[in-house]
C-alpha cells in the first residue's frame, strides 16, 4: 500500500488525479458541501463514509458533475471539469460512476449494455467493442449472461455489469456510491470481490460504502464527512482503530453495533 498524505502540497503533484479545491454548494439554504479540499492520487483508493444526509453522494456526483459546485475547482487529471457539450461526455467516460440502483438499460442485453458507451462516445468499431464487452463480462464473472436481459439477471450480477459497463470506457477514475447497499447479502461479497480485485490492479477509486470490511483491505485512505464537512481523513488502520473526532468515534461506534 502506498504511503498516504493528508497534507496539502501547493502546486499539483504529478500523480494527482482528482482534485477538490475549496468546494461549496449549496441546495437552497442547505450547504451540502462546506470547504472541501480532497486530493486523490492515481492509484488510490479512498473510501467515503458517514452519517446519512452528510453529502457523500453529492460529493461523488460533482466529481462528473452530475451536479455543479457554487464555488471552488475540481480538476480530472490536471484539467478542469467541463461545463457541458462534448468534452463533458468524454470526462463522464473518463470518470466510471456505479450508483447504488444498477442503472442498465432494461430493453438492451447485458453485451449491448457493455457495448453502448464504446460506440457512442469512444467511437469504437462494434467489432472490437463487442470483444471488449466480453472480455470484461468474463473478467466480474458474468460472460456467460451476456445474451440476457437486465431484469433476467440478480442485483450481484446486474452490478457487475454495470461496473464491466463502465470499465469498457477505460475510465480514468471510477466512482463507487453505495454500490452493495440495494443487494441481498449473498450478494455484496461477489461485487466487492470485484471491486478489490479492481483496486489491488491499480484503479483509482472513490467509494462510499458502509461495508467497512472493504474499507479496511482495500482503501489506501478513508475520508469521514458529516454535515458537508471532511471532518477526518485517516488510514483505515488509523480510521478504525483510534479515530480522532468525537463525530468519528459516534459513527463507528453506532455502525460497529449493527
Ligand atoms: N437534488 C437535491 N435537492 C435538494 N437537496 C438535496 C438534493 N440532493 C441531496 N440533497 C440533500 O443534501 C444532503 C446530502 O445528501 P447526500 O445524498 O449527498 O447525502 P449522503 O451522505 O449521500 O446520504 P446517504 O448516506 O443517505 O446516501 C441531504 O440533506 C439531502 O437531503
Ligand atoms: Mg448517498
Redesign the pocket.
Known amino acids: 500500500m502506498s504511503e498516504v498524505s493528508v497534507t496539502k502540497d501547493a502546486a499539483p503533484a504529478a500523480d494527482d488525479l482528482v482534485v477538490l479545491d475549496n468546494v461549496n454548494k449549496h441546495?437552497?439554504a442547505?450547504h451540502?458541501l462546506q470547504d472541501i479540499d480532497l486530493t486523490i492520487s492515481r492509484g488510490e483508493v479512498v473510501v467515503v463514509i458517514?452519517p446519512?444526509?452528510?453529502?457523500?453522494?453529492?460529493l461523488c456526483r460533482t466529481i462528473n458533475r452530475l451536479e455543479t459546485v457554487d464555488s471552488g475547482s475540481i480538476s480530472i487529471d490536471g484539467k478542469p471539469l467541463p461545463q457541458e457539450g462534448k468534452a463533458l461526455a468524454k470526462l463522464r467516460a473518463d470518470v466510471g460512476m456505479v450508483f447504488q440502483a444498477f442503472n442498465l438499460f432494461a430493453h438492451k442485453t447485458v453485451l449491448e449494455n457493455v457495448m453502448l458507451g464504446q460506440t457512442k462516445v469512444r467511437r469504437t468499431d462494434k467489432q472490437e467493442a463487442e470483444k471488449k464487452a466480453r472480455a470484461l463480462l468474463d473478467r466480474v464473472g458474468v460472460g456467460n449472461q451476456a445474451d440476457k436481459y437486465p431484469a433476467q439477471l440478480s442485483g450481484g450480477q446486474q452490478q457487475r455489469v454495470a461496473i464491466a459497463r463502465a470499465l469498457a470506457m477505460d475510465p480514468k477514475v471510477m466512482l463507487f456510491d453505495?454500490p452493495t447497499s440495494a443487494l441481498d447479502p449473498e450478494m455484496i461479497n461477489e461485487v466487492l470481490e470485484v471491486m478489490k480485485q479492481l483496486a489491488d490492479e491499480g484503479m483509482t477509486m472513490v467509494v462510499?460504502t458502509h461495508e467497512m470490511g472493504f474499507a479496511r483491505s482495500a482503501a489506501n485512505r478513508v475520508v469521514f464527512?458529516a454535515d458537508g464537512r471532511i471532518v477526518e481523513e485517516a488510514t483505515p488502520d488509523q480510521f478504525f482503530n483510534n479515530p480522532r473526532s468525537d463525530r468519528a468515534k459516534d459513527f463507528l461506534a453506532k455502525i460497529l453495533h449493527h
Not at 446519512?52 to 453529492?58: I, L, V, Y
Open positions: 441546495f437552497g442547505l451540502v458517514g446519512s444526509g452528510s453529502g457523500k453522494s453529492t453505495e462510499v464527512m
